[in-house]
Nanobody, 121 residues
Framework: QVQLVESGGGSVQSGGSLKLSCVAS????????MGWFRQAPGKEREKVAI???????TYADSVKGRFTISQDNAKNTLYLQMNSLKPEDTAMYYC???????????????WGKGTLVTISS
C-alpha cells in the first residue's frame, strides 16, 4: 500500500506559477512511475506528466514547456512546477503511482486525494 499526499494547490492569476508536492509513504518496492493527473469539472481525468525511476519524463502536449515534473527519491517526494498558468489549467490535480509509462488513468495503482488549482483570468 502506498499513500500519496499532495500539497501546494491554490488560486493564482493567469501567467502565475505554482509548485505542487506529493509525499509518498514508505514502500517496500518503489513504483515504476510517478505522475500527475488532473480533472476539471465535467471532464475526464487526464495525464499531465509522468516520470520513471530513471528520470525519464513525458508531458501532455497542453503543458509542454510550461510544467516540469521532478522527484527527490531521498525524500520520497514528487514535484510539479507549473509556470505560465492559464485558466484552462484549473482543475483538481492528483498525484499517482503506477507501474508503467502509459499515462492511462486505468494503469494507476495508487491515487492521492488531490489538490485544487484555480487560475483566474
Amino acid at each position: 500500500q502506498v499513500q500519496l499526499v499532495e500539497s501546494g494547490g491554490g488560486s493564482v492569476q493567469s501567467g502565475g506559477s505554482l509548485k505542487l508536492s506529493c509525499v509518498a509513504s514508505t514502500y517496500a518496492r518503489r513504483p515504476g512511475c510517478m505522475g500527475w493527473f488532473r480533472q476539471a469539472p465535467g471532464k475526464e481525468r487526464e495525464k499531465v506528466a509522468i516520470i520513471d525511476s530513471e528520470g525519464t519524463t513525458t508531458y501532455a502536449d497542453s503543458v509542454k514547456g510550461r510544467f516540469t515534473i521532478s522527484q527527490d527519491n531521498a525524500k520520497n517526494t514528487l514535484y510539479l512546477q507549473m509556470n505560465s498558468l492559464k485558466p484552462e489549467d484549473t482543475a483538481m490535480y492528483y498525484c499517482a503511482a503506477m507501474s508503467d509509462f502509459s499515462g492511462r488513468p486505468g494503469s494507476v495503482d495508487y491515487w492521492g486525494k488531490g489538490t485544487l488549482v484555480t487560475i483566474s483570468s
